[in-house]
């Protein structure tokens, strides 16, 4: 886990964070195998029900949050280098963004 924590600070310390434009760090794409594994091995080792219900439910949030942030940054809602603090709270899970569609139509079709 420390390694993650690790990996994730020295590539975000870069002086261009976003990588060219692109919405997400494409150097961690390497690690994605390892993050999955630590992933698993973090689920399965949960014993108690109750906390793998939480556990479970802030990763299904976690994802949706990523699915309506995609689709917003594909239509130019989130810009890749031009967002502050500001900008970025304005449109944070903004649903007039939707133009009419659910967030669980997004996130079951894959509709960007």
Not at 72 to 77: I, L
């Amino acid at each position: 886990m420390l390694t993650c924590l690790l990996l994730v600070h020295i590539f975000s310390s870069w002086h261009m964070w976003f990588y060219g434009g692109s919405f997400s760090q494409r150097t961690i794409i390497d690690f994605y195998l390892f993050f999955a594994f630590l992933l698993a091995m973090a689920t399965q080792n949960i014993n108690q029900p109750a906390f793998k219900k939480i556990f479970t439910g802030i990763i299904v949030i976690l994802v949706i949050v990523s699915q309506i942030q995609t689709y917003q940054y594909r239509r130019a809602q989130i810009h890749w280098s031009d967002m502050n603090r500001e900008k970025y709270w304005d449109v944070f899970m903004r649903a007039d963004c939707f133009q009419g569609r659910g967030v669980a139509f997004l996130v079951l079709t894959g509709t960007f």
